[in-house]
C-alpha cells in the first residue's frame, strides 16, 4: 500500500471517524497516523473501533430504508385507489416505478415480494371501501387486477435489475 499525503489524511480522517469511508481508506489512515507524528498530534484521539463508526451510517440507512418502504406503500395504495377511477390506466405507468423501488428495497426478491404486497394492500383497500359502504367486495376482480398489476410491476424489477447489471462497478 501507498502512503498518502498529510492532506489526503486530514480530508480522510472525518469519514473515517463517521464511518463512511472505504476499509481500504481506513487503513491507508491508520497507516498513515502511526508514522507520521504531526498528523496523530492533530488528530488527538485515536480513532474508534469500527463497530462504532458504523453505528451513525447504520441508523442513516435504517431510516433510509423506512422511508423507502413507506414510500413503496404510499405508491401501491395510491394505484389501486386509480383501479375504480377514470385515471386506471395510470397504473400502467406508475406499477413499473413501483417494481424499480421495490428492487431497490428487496433487490433479487423484490419479484416474490411485491405481488404479495400488491395483493395485500389491494385487498385491504377493498375490505376498507366494502366497509364503508363504497364497494362491492369482489375478490375475484382483486385477483385478476392484481396480477396485472404484478405484471407491471414486474417490468419495473427488471428494468431496475437491468440497470443495476449495466451501471455495477467491475470488482
Known amino acids: 500500500m501507498t502512503d498518502i499525503s498529510c492532506d489526503i489524511c486530514m480530508d480522510l480522517a472525518p469519514l473515517v471517524r463517521d464511518g463512511l469511508a472505504s476499509e481500504d481508506s481506513r487503513r491507508a489512515l491508520q497507516a498513515h497516523i502511526a508514522h507520521c507524528d504531526a498528523c496523530r498530534a492533530l488528530l488527538d484521539?485515536?480513532?474508534?473501533?469500527?463497530?462504532?463508526?458504523?453505528d451513525a451510517a447504520a441508523r442513516?440507512?435504517?431510516?433510509?430504508?423506512?422511508?423507502?418502504?413507506?414510500?413503496?406503500i404510499c405508491g401501491i395504495?395510491?394505484?389501486?385507489?386509480?383501479?375504480?377511477?377514470?385515471?386506471?390506466?395510470?397504473?400502467?405507468?406508475?406499477m413499473p416505478v413501483i417494481g424499480a423501488l421495490g428492487?431497490?428495497?428487496?433487490?433479487g426478491y423484490a419479484a416474490l415480494i411485491l405481488p404479495g404486497m400488491l395483493l395485500a394492500l389491494h385487498l385491504a383497500g377493498n375490505l376498507i371501501a366494502f366497509l364503508r359502504g363504497v364497494e362491492?367486495?369482489?375478490l375475484w376482480?382483486?385477483?385478476?387486477?392484481?396480477?396485472?398489476?404484478?405484471?407491471?410491476?414486474?417490468?419495473?424489477?427488471?428494468?431496475?435489475?437491468?440497470?443495476?447489471?449495466a451501471f455495477r462497478k467491475e470488482r
Open 77 to 94: 395504495l395510491f394505484g389501486v385507489s386509480l383501479t375504480a377511477g377514470s385515471n386506471l390506466f395510470y397504473n400502467s405507468l406508475l
Open 45 to 54: 484521539t485515536e480513532l474508534p473501533a469500527p463497530d462504532a463508526q458504523n
Open 136 to 138: 362491492v367486495l369482489d
Open 141 to 165: 376482480s382483486v385477483v385478476l387486477w392484481t396480477a396485472l398489476y404484478a405484471v407491471f410491476a414486474a417490468v419495473g424489477v427488471l428494468i431496475a435489475w437491468l440497470l443495476h447489471f
Open 103 to 107: 428492487y431497490v428495497i428487496f433487490r
Open 60 to 72: 442513516i440507512r435504517r431510516r433510509i430504508r423506512c422511508f423507502e418502504l413507506l414510500v413503496l
